[in-house]
Structure formats: structure tokens, C-alpha cells
């Protein structure tokens, strides 16, 4: 019974063991393809379990995660023949396990290297070709789109995906960064200069038509002021006219009397006249009929 029970667990062993030597399992984080007496069968597997031959299939994995390649004090000279300093990086994953097999001959080392030689050559063309001044303002952007289009294309035959390429830094000797910052200085001197006297042409423009419109506006209120006072006089007119015609008399004493108020309101006035004279016509006693 014992030796039944033996056996039993032995089969059961070498079935365990078949099973566990002719699967793999893919995660969702690796890549892997397939090799039948070192050829490549199978590369596209998605993640989940999977059954090879054992002793005759054999199985390779790589991680797809996105990988980082930093390279740093890198010398170049750009076009004015001038030194600098540059640290960049790149950021890939593998897109193609089968290509990145051949490639690499299952050496992550050997890939990483080539791509070192094509990022550095790719920026050694691009520093050749522009001024220390484009390279660290303007032109930095269109740089590392250029670099990420000529990397990518070498990266492709590799079985590679480039996604992004960076310039961390770009160091100048220090007379080299004397001279760029005077230089900058200088230019937005110069712009600075440009929006100043922009600025106070606008302003003069600015003032110019406030003081027109001033002119304007105080000559129409001047106008309207003169048109209103021509009617009040005109209308005051009518009023004395319509008053002296209803009783000249009346009209007369009233006259009198204002002439009275304006003459008598300083008591140091002085006047010297005739006791007969028409000015004291209603300082008279009034005649009996």
C-alpha cells in the first residue's frame, strides 16, 4: 500500500513539475517572446499564461516600464568655436521585444551604450550648428525636438521607443558666460528703450487728444453759456418792456430805487449834486392836484 502511495506522489510530482516547466506567466509590466532552438517564434504576448516546450522552447522577458538615460559633462563646440557643457537625458521603453533581442544580444548594457553614441552624436551636430546664445534660449526647444525625431529613427531599428529627450543643463566657461550675459543685457537694454519710447509716444498721443477734447468741451459749454445768457438778457428785456408799458410811472420809481440801493450801499460815497437834478425826482414831496 505504501509503495502505491509512493508512486502515486511521485506522478503527482513530475506533474506539478511538468506543468511548472512547461508554462510562464506575462505580467503586465514585462514584454516576452519565444525561442525555438534560438530562433524567435513568438513576440507579441499580452499579459497572462502561457505554455512552452520544455527543453526545446525557451522563454525571454523584458520590463517595458519607461527607462531613463542620463549622460552628463558632455563637451561641444558650437559654431562660433566655443566650449561647452551639457547634460542631457532620454526617456525610452521597448516597443519591439523581438528587435530589442537581436539588437542587444540580451545585454540591456549593449543597447543603453548605442543609444549613449547616437544621443551624443546627434547633439554634437546640433551645438555645431547654432551660437552658444541660440543654443540656451531660443533654439533649446527646437534642439531637443530634433533630438527626439533623430534618436527615435535610430531607436526604431532597435526594437526602441523614444519618448522624450532633454537638455538638464548647459554650462559655459565662466568669461564665455560674462560675455552672453552682457550681451542679453545689452538686447534687453535695447528692448527695454524701445517699449519706453513706444510708452511715451502713446502718452504724448494720450494727452494730445485729452486736450483736444478739453478745448472742445469747454468751447461748446462756453457757446451754450453765451446762448443761455442771450435769452435770459432777451427775456429780462421783454419783462422791463411789458413793465413799462403797463405803467411808465411805476416802472420809473422802481428804476429810481435800485439806483438808489446800488449809489447809497457804500456809506463813504460822495456825490455833488444840483438839488433840482432828476436822480432825486422821488426824494421830493409829491404835488398836490
Do not use: C
Not at 527695454?192 to 494720450?206: H, L, M, P, W, Y
Amino acid at each position: 500500500m505504501s509503495n502505491k502511495l509512493m508512486t502515486l506522489f511521485f506522478i503527482i510530482l513530475v506533474a506539478i513539475a511538468a506543468v511548472f516547466m512547461s508554462s510562464f506567466v506575462v505580467t503586465e509590466k514585462e514584454m516576452a517572446i519565444k525561442l525555438k532552438f534560438g530562433e524567435i517564434t513568438q513576440a507579441n504576448y499580452e499579459p497572462g499564461l502561457y505554455f512552452k516546450i520544455p527543453g526545446v522552447e525557451k522563454v525571454k522577458k523584458f520590463d517595458k516600464r519607461v527607462q531613463t538615460l542620463s549622460v552628463e559633462k558632455l563637451e561641444y563646440i558650437t559654431s562660433e568655436k566655443k566650449k561647452v557643457h551639457v547634460d542631457a537625458f532620454l526617456k525610452w521603453r521597448i516597443d519591439a521585444p523581438d528587435k530589442f533581442y537581436l539588437n542587444s544580444r540580451n545585454d540591456r548594457n549593449n543597447v543603453e551604450n548605442l543609444l549613449k553614441e547616437i544621443l551624443k552624436n546627434s547633439l554634437r551636430i546640433e551645438f555645431r550648428e547654432r551660437t552658444i546664445q541660440q543654443v540656451i534660449s531660443k533654439d533649446r526647444l527646437v534642439i531637443m525636438k530634433v533630438l527626439k525625431e533623430k534618436v527615435g529613427e535610430s531607436a526604431a531599428e532597435m526594437g526602441i521607443k523614444v519618448l522624450d529627450v532633454r537638455m538638464k543643463k548647459i554650462e559655459l566657461p565662466r568669461n564665455i558666460s560674462e560675455e552672453i550675459f552682457k550681451r542679453m543685457r545689452a538686447d534687453w537694454g535695447k528692448i527695454t528703450s524701445k517699449f519706453e519710447a513706444e510708452g511715451e509716444k502713446e502718452k504724448r498721443t494720450i494727452e494730445a487728444d485729452a486736450n483736444r477734447q478739453k478745448t472742445v468741451i469747454l468751447a461748446e459749454a462756453y457757446k451754450k453759456s453765451q446762448k443761455i445768457r442771450g435769452e435770459g438778457d432777451a427775456a429780462a428785456t421783454n419783462i422791463y418792456i411789458d413793465a413799462y408799458s403797463a405803467d411808465p410811472e411805476f416802472f420809473s420809481f422802481y428804476k429810481s430805487l435800485a439806483a438808489y440801493r446800488n449809489v447809497f450801499s457804500s456809506g463813504s460815497d460822495v456825490f455833488v449834486l444840483e438839488s433840482d437834478s432828476e436822480f432825486f425826482k422821488y426824494f421830493k414831496a409829491p404835488k398836490t392836484k
